[in-house]
């Protein structure tokens, strides 16, 4: 069991703790973000560099490093955005009583330059291992992505818990572009994806005959996916997910806006 159980230790532990230091981050004083970008993007070239070395380690050791390079590339994606740096054209809030295509492209323009910045993040992981054998970088990023876009799909359809106490005062705007609803359409088919992706990347780190990399690999994004639905249903339950992060979120205390009370619009 140690073999499936440490992994899943690791991906918890580090999910949560690079969670809370992002949010500690973006929620301090914006002269402090220069700093913030600098050690961030230090680390992205160390991860790719990192990813590049490992490509061909099939070991156990691999398969951790790989999936420690994806999430410091996919944090430097995370850190650029709540710093706002990289975020849209667009960065003011929409339009009052903007609905179907209008509300759409204000939503895409408000975020356009992150979106790009993604996939230039998967393209330089891909180029990084490309023809290599250790792609536990590359499905890690994936993940992460995958995950986030069917979040912000959720929240901008509509669902009860909306997470915005996680946005930074420079970035109130976006909470223009969500809508609180019970739950919508996109989210069954959202959560059902997300239990078949865990269930069969279970089914893998636990096949018969699979290599210690696979073990491990699979294992760490298995736990990853798990976590990612977890998010997802704390969507749409009366429970805010911040409490996990309260000690990421205390570097916006006592300043102005500090941290958004929970919001009192209706659900419908």
């Known amino acids: 069991m140690a073999e499936h159980g440490l992994p ?30 600098l050690g ?16 061909w380690e099939t070991t156990t050791r691999g398969a951790y490093l790989g999936f420690l390079g994806g ?17 849209g054209p667009r960065r003011t809030a929409c339009p009052p009583g903007a609905t179907g295509w209008v509300r759409l492209r204000a939503a895409l323009a408000a975020v356009l330059w992150h979106e790009l910045a993604i996939i230039a993040g998967a393209a330089c992981i891909a180029l990084a291992t490309w023809g290599a054998p250790n792609r536990i970088g590359l499905w890690t990023f994936l993940a992460f992505w995958v995950m986030r876009q069917s979040a912000k799909l959720n929240v901008y ?19 223009s572009f969500f809508r609180r609803r019970r739950m919508n359409l996109l989210f069954p088919v959202s959560a059902a994806s997300g239990l078949l992706a865990c269930l069969l990347l279970v089914q893998e780190a636990i096949a018969p005959g699979a290599t210690p990399h696979q073990v491990a690999g699979f294992s760490l994004l298995a736990t990853l996916v798990a976590l990612g639905l977890i998010e ?21 205390k006592g300043r102005a806006g500090g941290v958004s009370p929970p919001a009192t619009a209706p659900v419908t």
């Open 232 to 252: 997802h249903i704390f969507m749409v339950m009366p429970v805010p997910a911040d409490a996990l992060w309260r000690w990421g979120l205390a570097s916006r």
């Open 71 to 87: 999430l410091l590339v996919w944090a430097w994606i995370e850190i650029a955005f709540l710093t706002g740096l990289v975020t």
């Open 157 to 175: 359809l509509g669902v009860r818990n909306l997470a915005e106490a996680f946005l930074p005062d420079h970035l109130r705007y976006l909470e």
């Open 8 to 37: 899943a230790l690791f991906t918890l532990f580090i999910w949560w703790f690079s969670t809370g230091v992002i949010l500690y981050l973006d929620g301090l004083r914006r002269e402090t973000f220069r700093w913030t970008m």
């Open 40 to 55: 961030a993007t230090t680390l992205l070239i160390a991860a790719l560099a990192m990813l590049h070395a490992t490509a």
